[in-house]
């Protein structure tokens, strides 16, 4: 099955810096890729996603890009904003196969 | 955007008792609902895929008679702890996709704390 690495599992970042969070996929039939973010006590929430044929998806501060030939995508927040502190979670699934399989999550802490 | 509700949001309960945790999808019909449990400090395990009008389907190593999940329409799965023991408290998380090209919405989790 899908395996989902995620580094780092700690990330603190001066407030106004960026932050990057990178994941790698082990099934190359993995086509899409969603990002959540969660704070304390909270489900996950969507942040940003990318499919397959795309490289790169921007929506304000925050990126995802995708290498599909090396089997990686990374999540690239900047401008970081105390607001911003929560763990982020990579997830991948595979078309026709409804399961995400997530990665083991990002602290991200916004030093103000 | 597409709501999942998720209820309760925490509920302590005594060891042996059951219960349950109710996931609706308020403005969309869901077909397939997903459960999740997570322990602190770690990922979202996916427990079992729900559809509507069928048989969950469980992830290897889930026991399926004590975590009963029915879904018996599309807008409402639940999730029953049956039997529970301190070892079952943890954060327990649904979600639903909303439709077949658009992501996964989740719920706001259920703390569930076995005493």
């Known amino acids: 099955g899908e395996n989902v690495e995620q580094h780092p599992s700690t990330l603190s970042v001066q407030e106004g810096d960026s932050a990057v969070i990178k994941c790698t996929y082990s099934?190359?039939?993995?086509?899409?890729f969603p990002w959540y973010k969660q704070e304390l006590g909270k489900g996950p929430q969507l942040i940003i996603d990318?499919?397959?044929?795309?490289g790169e998806k921007k929506d304000q501060r925050i990126a995802v890009t995708l290498n599909k030939t090396a089997k990686h995508f990374s999540l690239h927040i900047t401008e970081t904003q105390p607001e911003d502190s929560a763990v982020y979670f990579c997830?991948?699934?595979?078309?026709?196969?409804?399961?995400?399989?997530f990665g083991t999550g990002t602290r991200l802490t916004i030093i103000p | 955007g597409a709501v999942v509700s998720q209820h309760p949001s925490r509920v302590i309960c005594k060891s042996g008792t059951s219960v349950k945790i109710e996931c609706r999808s308020l403005?969309?019909?869901?077909?397939?609902m997903f459960w999740y449990r997570q322990f602190p400090k770690q990922s979202l395990m996916l427990m079992a895929t729900s559809n509507e009008g069928s048989k969950a389907t469980y992830e290897q190593g889930v026991e399926k008679d004590k975590f009963l999940i029915n879904h018996a329409s599309l807008t409402l799965s639940t999730l029953t702890v049956t039997s529970a023991h301190p070892e079952d408290s943890s954060f327990y998380i649904c979600?639903?996709?909303?439709?077949?090209?658009?992501?996964?919405?989740f719920g706001s989790g259920t703390r569930l704390t076995v005493v």
């Open positions: 997830a991948a699934s595979i078309s026709g196969n409804e399961k995400l399989t």
């Open positions: 403005d969309f019909q869901a077909t397939t």
């Open positions: 990318i499919r397959s044929n795309v």
């Open positions: 979600s639903a996709r909303v439709g077949q090209r658009h992501g996964y919405t």
């Open positions: 099934d190359s039939a993995s086509n899409y």
